[in-house]
């Protein structure tokens, strides 16, 4: 099958849907699929015919490091065109995303579609806290249209998305829950040199008795970081030693820095800022837990990286947590200030216990490997390439592919 996959976003820039639409390439093309990825580029017009990556310019749109491309980018139809795709997986709702449904159109390939990211919980950004309740109300409206009237069919990593359609947003077309993959092994232990993390330990000061927190993530105002930093100070009377390592970047650190030094954990909080992507299962293998209070998450694959990492998860209980982690067996879930904190110092003092939350973790991530992910989402692709409702389609399709073939061997 010749597949193309759509995204906004895409390596090197890596945030959730970049690594998800890498690990859904790598686990298409291993089970031997032909696989091209059209996104955006910061820099020039780029195709590397390579790996199959075309690179379209866009614009700084003053969202994190995102960028907006021209609507119908004639240079890149061409290429594209001369892929013959057999199916299109769009992973973005604007830019490449309404490039892709273009395309889709013009040259009659199926659409299948992942949500990945659950835009209401966005909205402050852009409203800084005015009109809330229209602007909930128009991203709605335009996931709503480009979503479920667009598209033939709809992909979610999680439960709580599939509500978010089913129950709140009432459609009636069947909607796919289908996490997204990881390569875990990248984050094993016996793949992470024991070198390199004692040469990261020295440079962030980590002595050998220090009991390390780790955050890894978007530094923003939903991921609830100042929930960890404000409930560190308690934590401490009980773990002295207690240490937290918060890597990433993003629009609330200069806050949080405040907030640390405000409480005085100057001492106790590290911001590493934005790390290589080869370097960040290191920060993982230092830790001694992960936590994270975030309740905005479609997934959250960087639980999924510390568990494949054997570290013991603290997370909030929220639904996306709840399709990842089995509650005292392969992780721990808080629902208030104090549960969190007994279940930190409860993972410092029962050494035992933590092992045992991590082994399983372990075995739970391996779950999640591209080849896994590819497999389910193909499945996606065969439905809608061979519906009774998409005949005509299927057939023109067919008919192109044919003759585009033939034109090949010329």
């Known amino acids: 099958m010749r597949i193309g996959l759509f995204t906004d976003t895409y390596p090197p820039y890596i945030n959730g849907v970049s690594t998800s639409v890498l690990m859904l390439k790598q686990g298409l093309e291993k089970l031997g699929h032909e696989v091209y990825v059209v996104t955006v580029n910061s820099e020039n017009f ?7 990556v075309l690179m379209i310019p866009g614009v700084p749109i003053g969202i994190y490091d995102f960028r907006m491309t021209s609507l119908y980018p004639l240079k890149a139809q061409k290429i594209i065109k001369s892929w013959n795709l057999d199916v299109i997986h769009t992973h973005t709702e604007f830019a ?35 009109f809330d309740g229209a602007s909930k109300k128009l991203v709605e409206y335009l996931t709503l249209f480009l979503c479920d009237k667009t598209v033939e069919e709809l992909i979610v990593p ?16 069947d909607v796919h829950i289908i996490p997204s993959g990881i390569d875990v092994s990248r984050f094993y232990k016996e793949n992470v040199s024991s070198k390199s993390v004692l040469e990261l330990k020295k440079e962030l000061n980590i002595k050998r008795d220090d009991f390390i927190i780790l955050y890894v993530g978007r530094i923003a105002k939903e991921k609830s970081i100042d929930f960890l930093i404000k409930n560190l100070k308690e934590i401490i009377k009980k773990v002295p030693k207690a240490r937290m390592i918060i890597v990433g970047d993003g629009p609330d650190v200069n806050d949080l820095v405040l907030l640390a030094h405000k409480n005085k954990l100057d001492n106790h909080v590290t911001f590493t800022g934005k790390v290589p992507w080869v370097d960040v299962p290191k920060y993982y293998r230092l830790a001694d837990v992960f936590a994270t209070a975030s309740k905005t998450e479609t997934q959250g694959l960087t639980v999924i990286e510390a568990m494949a990492s054997e570290k013991p998860v603290v997370a909030v209980r929220d639904e996306s947590f709840l399709l990842v982690m089995t ?3 392969d992780g721990l879930f808080f629902e208030t200030d104090k549960d969190y904190q007994e279940l930190i110092i409860k993972l410092y003092k029962d050494k035992e216990y933590s092992k045992m939350i991590a082994k399983q973790a372990r075995i739970t991530a391996n779950a999640y490997n591209p080849t896994v992910y590819a497999t389910r989402v193909l499945e996606v692709y065969e439905k809608v390439i061979n519906k009774d409702t998409n005949i005509l389609k299927k057939t023109i399709h067919n008919v192109k592919r044919v003759l585009f073939r033939s034109g090949d061997k010329k």
Do not use: C, W
Request: hydrophobic share 25%.
């Open 327 to 329: 509650d005292k067996q």
């Open 46 to 52: 780029h195709y590397k015919k390579e790996d199959n």
């Open 96 to 130: 490449v995303g309404s490039f892709a449904r273009l395309i889709a159109k013009q040259y009659n390939i199926p659409l299948v579609h992942t949500y990945h990211t659950m835009y209401e919980e966005y909205i402050y950004y852009i409203t800084k806290g005015y």
């Open 158 to 173: 999680t439960k709580k998305t599939y509500d978010l359609f089913k129950e709140k947003y009432k459609v009636k077309r």
